[in-house]
């Protein structure tokens, strides 16, 4: 999983090796608010999304971290034309290598995507623009990150055409952070003191599952809680292959 | 190229350059392993490499990209850090059909690569980003709704 996704959930200890991750989940489940934390809460960050953000996501309305948002620079490619000419001169425009790349909106993009070709080659420039910053990142001897890390977020709702290309997008993005509704009684909404709780579950190729809970109170802030091991991995709090159904039949 | 192949293509792949770099040729045993793990792509992409097909291009700014000069004389852009290839092959028998694990112009960057046989071409960072985008055009690309 990507280590600044895993950082956004607050996972203690070291994980495998950052892989690019894909965030998707139904509308509202906050897969922007997850993609934002994890730009706040690592160093250089660079945010891409087909349209400017109305307000912070995840956090309580009208409250910043100025010095957080100072790390991020946001641009805001309206078409996939645009975001593929971006990110394939993305090195003549940026002052600095991010050591985050992070895509809010994926569906909106892949929308514009005529066959599984050009969505491979989205997601295909997506991972190869990550590879050249850590490439920059690699040959800064000052750097303060190893690699840059791809974090993508999509929505899933069992209804679009863009969920066509999802075994496409699962080459490019080995590891995926599910978003399901959590039913009120199994996860403990008073936990999180929130009124919308959802799921995140965390997978990649050669580690084990990792579940969190997500809360969003009234006010939008967003809080997170580990769901505890046990219980993550009993086949009735989590059974993924339902959870997703559910998701994408929202 | 740092895409991840299975196992046993990556442990042939280093076979092959080692068994390249002492003798200078590529033994029968590794010829029948070769188009044993990747089928028919094997025979083409050796002709690719055998006719010094594959340049890796390079900006200023260190990006790099592959293009290989297809059997037709068709050039194919092919990533330098996943598997992606502007051919129809690629498409349709890697990711539509699921049958193939790369195209001959990916396997044939492995092997010049193995070989010593990649070209080294620097262009403009200008050039470079529309090699990236190569076929954009014909693919006919919307924009969000």
């Not at chain 1, 993609?35 to 910043?64: D, M, V």
Request: charged share 20%; aromatic share 6%; proline share 8%.
């Amino acid at each position: 999983m990507s280590a600044a996704l895993r950082r956004a959930l607050g996972a203690a200890g070291p994980g495998p090796a950052p892989t690019p991750a894909l965030v998707l989940g139904p509308a509202g489940s906050g897969r922007s608010a997850l993609l934002f934390r994890a730009a706040l809460g690592g160093p250089r960050a660079l945010f891409l999304a087909p349209r400017a953000l109305q307000r912070l996501p995840g956090a309580r309305r009208g409250e910043s971290d100025p010095r957080g948002l100072q790390r991020i620079q946001f641009l805001y490619p309206p078409s996939l034309r645009e975001l593929l000419r971006l990110l394939a001169s993305l090195p003549q425009s940026l002052p600095g290598p991010p050591a985050l790349l992070l895509l809010d909106g994926l569906e909106q993009y892949l929308a514009g995507c005529p066959g599984p070709q050009a969505a491979a080659r989205l997601s295909a420039l997506l991972v190869d623009t990550a590879a050249y910053f850590t490439g920059r990142l690699g040959a800064d001897p000052q750097g303060s990150a190893p690699c840059c890390q791809l974090v993508a977020s999509m929505q899933v709702s069992g209804e679009t055409a863009a969920e066509d290309h999802l075994g496409v997008l699962q080459r490019y993005f080995p590891a995926q952070c599910w978003l399901c509704p959590a039913p009120a009684a199994a996860s403990g909404q008073e936990d999180c003191g929130g009124d919308r709780v959802f799921r995140a579950r965390l997978s990649q190729p050669g580690a084990a599952d990792q579940e969190w809970k997500l809360g969003f109170s009234l006010d939008g802030e967003m809080r997170v809680s580990p769901v505890p091991w046990g219980r993550a991995e009993d086949p009735g709090a989590a059974d993924t292959d339902t959870d997703r159904a559910a998701a994408a039949g929202k | 190229m740092e895409a991840t192949l299975p196992a046993v293509a990556e442990e042939l792949l280093k076979e092959i350059k080692k068994a390249f770099q002492e003798t200078s040729h590529i033994p029968d045993a590794l010829l029948l392993a070769l188009k044993f793990v990747f089928g028919s792509s094997a025979v083409a992409a050796l002709d690719l490499v055998d006719q010094h097909s594959v340049t890796r291009l390079v900006s200023p700014s260190g990006r790099a990209v592959y293009q290989v000069l297809g059997s037709s004389g068709k050039p194919y852009t092919c990533y330098a850090s996943c598997h992606f290839c502007t051919c129809p092959a690629f498409a349709f028998s890697v990711l539509r059909k699921n049958d193939s694990l790369v195209c001959k112009h990916i396997l044939a960057v492995y092997l010049s690569q193995a070989t010593g046989a990649c070209q080294e071409l620097a262009v403009s960072d200008q050039q470079l980003a529309s090699i990236l985008l190569a076929e954009e055009e014909e693919e006919g690309l919307g924009t969000v709704c």
